[in-house]
């Protein structure tokens, strides 16, 4: 299976705290995507790495890819209390065209 | 600009009941479809998935089936519904042909089935 393992599950931060959370696969991937969702809303697309990128950064988002180790990371810097979600990881095996989807990590950001 | 809709929003549905949700996507051809459901508290599981008209795959067996009558609208449907179909039903496009894949989900579909 290429499903994403997110963890922590849930992590607790304060505003103004930087928040990362890690996502291991298990299968070769074409690129990973991060995905975040609001209580009782749809899946909002944060970022995509591809395979043969390392690092990326988006405002305050950065991701990291391992591909050695299976493994990638998001960071969200001096979180805002509008970051609380779930965070899902998405790895897209190459030639596939569906994502399959880990349990997420539901970040808490208290004001 | 693209844009997806899915109706209802919310469903009060009883067992064995008939369920038929839709999704229509605006402002794209050709594109990826597909379904997933989220159980309360837990991640998305993939129902189904479709790259053209008329073509669909399946990937978890249930009660549930999926059609693709016209290009941008997908539609769930159940004969019967079971307690355990209750859960917020998320419509997914994708563009085709496209590698990299990043999906665009509608605002989901919340269904208690009492």
């Known amino acids: 299976s290429q499903q994403g393992e997110e963890d922590p599950q849930a992590l607790s931060i304060q505003e103004g705290e930087n928040a990362t959370m890690n996502c291991s696969y298990k299968t070769s991937i074409n690129n990973l995507q991060w995905y975040r969702q609001n209580s009782g809303r749809g899946l909002v697309h944060l970022i995509l790495i591809r395979s043969n990128e390392r690092e990326k950064h988006s405002g305050r988002l950065r991701v990291t890819l391992d591909t050695s180790k299976k493994s990638s990371s998001l960071l969200i810097t001096a979180s805002r209390a509008a970051d609380t979600a779930s965070y899902f990881c998405?790895?897209?095996?190459?030639?596939?065209?569906?994502?399959?989807f880990g349990t997420g990590t539901r970040l808490l950001v208290s004001p | 600009s693209q844009t997806i809709h899915q109706w209802p929003a919310t469903l009060v549905q009883p067992v064995g009941s008939p369920l038929s949700l839709e999704c229509t996507v605006e402002g794209t051809s050709n594109p990826n479809l597909y379904w997933y459901r989220q159980a309360a508290g837990r991640g998305l599981q993939l129902l189904f998935y479709?790259?053209?008209?008329?073509?669909i795959s399946s990937e978890v067996p249930q009660n549930l089936s999926a059609s693709r009558p016209q290009d941008r609208q997908f539609i769930l449907s159940s004969k019967k519904l079971l307690l355990s179909d209750s859960g917020f039903y998320l419509c997914a496009w994708s563009v085709a042909g496209v590698v990299y894949n990043e999906q665009f989900f509608g605002p989901g579909t919340r269904l208690t089935v009492l």
């Open positions: 479709s790259v053209g008209i008329g073509q």
């Open positions: 998405a790895p897209l095996r190459a030639g596939f065209q569906k994502l399959v």
